[in-house]
């Protein structure tokens, strides 16, 4: 199983990204999928997570500003970003609770500056 995570970019403070995510191979089932995010010299935290029956969690930093949806039949989970600010720069990592296995994508890097 692989989870391939593209959409990052440099973006100026205010701007909008939409990251996406797809799972791919011997999928029998998917829980969780879920975004979290690293910055320089900082730990890991997590960004937004939708459940398989549709609960989602917001981290307080990004709440109202972030918008996580997915689409079961494309094994996909998406992160629209809006009203970006600089300290959201970091590289996004994609997670799935996939066949009841913790898988992680490889990251995209949003740099937001001016």
């Known amino acids: 199983v692989q989870l391939q995570a593209s959409g990052g970019g440099l973006v100026q403070p205010g701007g909008s990204l939409r990251l996406s995510c797809t799972a791919s191979?011997?999928?029998?089932?998917?829980?969780?999928m879920a975004w979290h995010r690293q910055a320089p010299g900082k730990q890991r935290e997590l960004v937004a997570a939708?459940?398989?029956?549709?609960?989602?969690n917001y981290a307080d930093s990004v709440r109202g500003r972030f918008t996580i949806s997915r689409d079961s039949s494309k094994n996909t989970v998406y992160l629209q970003m809006n009203s970006l600010k600089p300290d959201d720069t970091a590289v996004y990592l994609c997670y799935g609770f996939i066949n009841r296995i913790n898988s992680w994508g490889q990251g995209t890097l949003v740099t937001v500056s001016s």
């Open positions: 939708i459940t398989g029956g549709g609960s989602i």
């Open positions: 191979g011997n999928i029998f089932s998917i829980n969780t």
